[in-house]
């Protein structure tokens, strides 16, 4: 496909159908110790984590360190495996495709086949059964198996399982990331031009001559010049290096961008040359962002929706005005009053909230920010709060929300 | 806190301060001549880019600089004292005693072999006449005064035991121990979450009231800048460009950069169409650019900014800056602002 013709697509896109899904996302990364390195724990980075990403937009992560913030993005990418959980981008259950083999048989199975025949089963008919599914996806999979495949797991398991490496392929096409620190993700020893136009020559989408054409365009765009193109990284400056990153993002046209703290690394006369970059780009390549941060004012000032997390958990979740105007959680309104404001006439009323984040290996019961919270009750320490939608599209996880005012 | 410094004799004062690095390059100018005051139980902040010298300027006051490092002229003044003047040994007892500093990365700034009340307790017993008892006594006062819950227990405990707010907590209490006069605090919250920023912040001000000593914060972010400071010093590669108390430099800045700075930031509190972009990069500290060092990202800049340095000078009372075009400035702030309401 070419150049325009992938623009063009993703500009045309209907906004009001997510381009990316993550259901229930689990990571945990386990704690091993003793001679024989068992296993002894879970770090629980990110559990069960859910949101939409609609095409063209921003959404902006914000959390404090440790709250499994950059693992969303990591995970997403499938630069880690996930623990459980499904990842559907475009209408195409991802999850498993950078599955070992019989963990992606069994991933099916466990999804789709053994689920679609319990529910035939409870049903009577293919069709009750296909009707009884919530989800649209689900139904459009069931349909897959009961039609076209005529409820055989093995024909189904065969086309899903067919091709793995080329639909591998397809996804590192379209989704790619921009990294936080620009002196450790540039090689050091590769020219510009070829960090560049490297994506584009092994997905073969041009010839060594036009990639490198195209870098030089990259270039271009993202405000460094074509002369640049001979030159090593460690040669730059780190916001001309965060350039380099961007144009690298950009060369196979993706269609989601994961960006992690891509600009906290940077001086704030250069972050704002990289986030004017960044908005102009989405403009015109119609990009679709995950936008990863701690700082909540850049966090704003990208984002079209913000997702709030606070140790594995989305807490909050809604539009950017919403959030703003009508903060739900504790979490989000002391966060937003931590934050010093760069005017002294405006000194804030700050709630400061006690102690430190709690450790992810032994998370608190309940609501896990209850040890923290200042309007916590009994009932937090004992039952979960779930994200659940309080107004139009603004999600909340707290059995007080919008008690705690500013 | 106190704006009114008229009648007040300065505790630090800093004349043309010049700190020169010889390097294999060549000679870095890292800070050239920087002049300041700070007076008692005031807050002066130092705010800048990566690069302009702040920490340096730190550094060369409490004379902590390498080997390569050189102070080549200029005064400072501390408490009637001629610091430059200063033998070495005399510096030893000022250190931690009269003045102290708390630095960014608290895990570095410890020591990861000596239990914190170790550490806190050596400054003690340094500087002041106790027995070692005694010594264990005021460190964990110190420990609690600084809202380390626990701190009998605390205090035996090695730095790779604390959180980073913890440790933060900790490096404040060793550098409060022996109630130093002048504070230097070098992004103390720069590698700390915001919840933690906001406590330490809190915790540094209730200290300030408590001790009534003068704090220089020196931060990259003019949050934290508008939030604790009274007076604000600006820097741009090596030099002061703009110096006056917090409230008169948000509402009026009068230097290009000030401006672009303060402009470039996105804001919690508003929203910003665009963010306003200072064009190019930090000069190279080896090769600052002839005439004034601003003048390569200036929108202002013309012929004379290329040739001439500009002067610090007080452009209204006690509102300093260093440009030539500061009446270009100002239109363009009216142009915007019409330009706002219409």
Known sequence: ?406 | MNNNNNNKKPLLSVKELRTYFHTEDGIVKAVDGVSFEVYPGETLGIVGESGCGKSVTALSIMRLLDEKGEIAGGEIEFDDMDVLATPENKMRTLRGNEMAMIFQEPMTALNPVYTVGDQIMEAILLHQDVNEKKARELATDMLRKVGIPEPEKRIDEYPHELSGGMRQRAMIAMSLSCNPKLLFADEPTTALDVTIQAQILELMKELQDEYGMSIIMITHDLGVIAEVTDRVVVMYAGKVVEYADVHTLFKEPRHPYSWGLMNAIPRLDEEKEKLYNIPGVVPDPLDFPEGCRFNTRCPFATDKCKTEEPPLEEVEEKHFAACWHIDKLLEEIKRIREGESA
């Open chain 1, 1 to 406: 496909m070419t150049e325009d013709k992938r623009t063009e697509l993703k500009m045309g896109r209907d906004r009001s159908k997510p381009l990316l899904q993550v259901e229930n996302l689990v990571k945990y990364f386990p704690v091993r110790a003793g001679v024989f390195r068992r296993v002894v724990d879970y770090v629980k980075a990110v559990d069960d984590v859910s949101f939409e990403i609609y095409p063209r937009e921003t959404l902006g992560l914000v959390g404090e360190s440790g709250c499994g913030k950059t693992t969303v993005g990591m995970t997403l990418l499938r630069l880690h495996e996930t623990t459980s959980g499904r990842i559907i981008i475009e209408g195409k259950d991802t999850t498993y495709y950078f599955m070992p083999f019989f963990r992606a048989r069994k991933y099916l199975k466990e999804t789709y086949v053994n689920r679609f025949n319990d529910l035939k089963e409870k049903a009577g008919s293919v069709n009750s059964a296909i009707e009884s599914l919530e989800n649209e996806f689900d139904k459009k999979i069931a349909r897959q198996y009961f039609e076209k495949h005529n409820g055989s797991s093995s024909d189904f398991m065969k086309e899903m399982m067919s091709k793995r490496e080329e639909k591998r392929k397809a996804f590192r096409r379209e989704a790619q990331i921009i990294f936080q620190d620009p002196y450790s993700s540039l090689n050091p020893r590769m020219r510009v031009k070829n960090i560049i136009a490297e994506g584009a020559i092994i997905h073969k989408l041009a010839t060594r001559k036009e990639a490198l054409k195209k870098a030089a365009d990259l270039l271009k765009t993202v405000g460094l010049s074509s002369e640049h193109m001979s030159r090593f990284p460690h040669e730059f400056s780190g916001g001309q290096r965060q350039r380099i990153g961007i144009a690298r993002a950009l060369v196979l046209n993706p269609d989601i961008i994961v960006a992690d703290e891509a600009v906290s690394a940077l001086d704030v006369s250069i972050q704002a040359q990289v986030l004017n970059i960044l908005n102009d780009l989405q403009e015109r390549f119609g990009l679709t962002f995950l936008f990863i941060a701690h700082d909540l004012a850049v966090i704003r000032h990208v984002s079209d929706r913000i997702a709030v997390m606070y140790l594995g958990k989305i807490v909050e979740l809604a539009s950017k005005d919403d959030i703003f105007a009508k903060p739900l959680h504790p979490y989000t309104v002391s966060l937003m009053s931590a934050i010093p404001i760069p005017d002294p006439e405006k000194k804030s009323k700050r709630i400061v909230l006690k102690g430190d984040v709690p450790s992810p290996i032994n998370p608190p019961s309940g609501c896990r920010f209850h040890t923290r919270c200042p309007i916590a009750k009994e009932i937090c320490s004992k039952e979960e709060p779930p994200l659940v939608e309080m107004e139009d599209g603004h999600k909340v996880a707290c059995h007080f929300a919008g008690e705690m005012k500013r």
